[in-house]
């Protein structure tokens, strides 16, 4: 999210969560002002999620002072004991190809709320708007997964179903433009998220 409206749109919708990328080279990177501003708007029990590909330890400290999360999310290359190293709970991104080890990553990041699962590719930390192969998840995986990669409204149903994640995570699937999301396609990417959670029950 880089703007309010998008943030109050997405919560009143449905919305669990919304992200905001302090990521350099992001195109969706928000500045912290814009970020706090987006944050103190949600209502309750919407939770906010910030960001990060490789970043200083001092820019996740003014995040995590100026803009208060209720969760990190480290996208790049981090270690385990750097992302444990602000207090805060985090979710590791872990991008994901055939030679994936996803079970070291989580004893890796044992402490960690979640793992992320998204697409890899070479030149990105994510946001490409790819799905990688879901066959390639565990199903003793021991901590929760997020979804990520190429969803959208057309396929998150069929990914709900067939993965089972703990969440599932979208951008490019409901943007009018990177970072400025489509209300109608937010809706309809948690009115099919619904839909299916209602069959699972």
Not at 168 to 194: L, M, P, R, T, Y
């Amino acid at each position: 999210m880089t703007r309010v409206e998008d943030g109050l749109a997405a919560a009143r919708l449905g919305a669990d969560a919304i992200g905001l990328v302090f990521a350099e080279k992001s195109p969706r990177r928000v500045d912290l002002a814009a970020a706090g501003e987006v944050v103190r708007a949600l209502p309750p029990f919407v939770a906010s999620v910030a960001l990060f590909v490789n970043p200083e330890p001092v820019l996740v400290a003014r995040v995590l002072a100026e803009v208060r999360p209720a969760l990190l999310q480290f996208h790049g290359e981090e270690e385990a004991a750097f992302c444990r190293s602000f207090g805060s709970p985090y979710l590791k991104a872990v991008r994901v190809r055939p030679e994936t080890d996803l079970l070291q990553c989580a004893t890796d990041f044992s402490d960690a709320a979640g793992l992320l699962l998204d697409a890899y590719a070479p030149d990105a930390h994510g946001g490409t708007g790819h799905r990688f192969d879901w066959s390639l998840i565990p199903a003793d995986l021991p901590l929760p997964v997020v979804l990520a990669g190429g969803l959208a409204p057309g396929n998150v149903a069929e990914a709900v179903r067939r993965v089972r994640p703990w969440g599932v995570d979208v951008s490019s699937g409901v943007e009018a433009a990177k970072g400025i999301k489509d209300a109608a396609k937010v809706a309809a990417f948690i009115n099919e998220v619904a839909n299916v959670d209602l069959q699972l029950s």
